[in-house]
């Protein structure tokens, strides 16, 4: 006996719900001042032997987010170079030296393509951040249906990484100077997330002796 069969009609069939989507953006444009004037770079400092710029790329990599984009202004042919056979986008920023702000709308329009629900900003000179870190940012982000900001705490004071919800592009690439997402989150009048991830939030090296202090070492390649 033949068996007849139909389509069902689109709004009949079970909808599964998309969860929320994230980008991460790895800001590395940075001019490293606080480094002196012997030639060392911070992000191409080694930690267990590989340098910083592509320790932190890989704990991007190894997250759960949808992309990585690694934005790279100073030195950059040197930080492209440590993250050459990395499946990841890497862009330069050609005004890093205005300040943070130029790099966060540098990497924010690099993934507006993907047009993802939210942007995961991540400093490349943390070396304490690890894989899980972000992906409990990314599962407090979803669970949120991607409308709140998610940031990282130590002992309740704000840190980093922080996730900016697509709501905020906007505002972002109106952003001018040496500054980051804060005021602007502060501002916003969307919930924030906070989430306790020790001190690994507050951790950043941007001197020599911070990044002895955190196991790394130094690399005078100028």
Do not use: W, Y
């Not at 989507?21 to 590395?28: E, P, T």
């Not at 997250?63 to 042919?77: F, I, L």
């Not at 993907?114 to 979803?142: C, E, H, K, W, Y």
């Not at 501002?187 to 507050?202: F, K, P, Q, T, Y």
């Amino acid at each position: 006996m033949e068996v007849q069969t139909r389509q069902l009609p689109l709004e009949m069939s079970e909808k599964v719900p998309m969860q929320p989507n994230v980008a991460i953006v790895l800001l590395a444009a940075g001019m490293a001042r606080r480094m002196g004037p012997n030639g060392a770079h911070k992000l191409l400092a080694e930690f267990d032997g590989i340098p910083l710029i592509r320790r932190s790329a890989l704990v991007a990599q190894n997250s759960k987010a949808g992309s990585v984009t690694v934005v790279v202004g100073h030195r950059e042919n040197d930080l492209r170079a440590a993250l050459s056979d990395l499946s990841l986008s890497v862009v330069t920023n050609p005004d890093f030296a205005s300040g943070m702000s130029s790099s966060l709308a540098t990497g924010f329009a690099a993934v507006a393509g993907d047009d993802p629900d939210g942007v995961l900003v991540m400093l490349a000179d943390m070396p304490g951040v690890t894989s899980s870190d972000l992906n409990r940012l990314i599962a407090a982000f979803q669970c949120s249906g991607g409308s709140s900001v998610v940031r990282a705490v130590s002992q309740g004071k704000r840190g980093n990484p922080v996730i900016l919800p697509r709501s905020l592009n906007d505002a972002i690439f109106r952003l001018e100077g040496d500054v980051g997402a804060r005021h602007l989150i502060e501002n916003s009048g969307l919930a924030v997330i906070d989430v306790e991830i020790g001190d690994a939030a507050h951790v950043d090296v941007d001197t020599p002796e911070a990044i002895i202090a955190a196991g790394g070492t130094l690399v005078n390649k100028a």
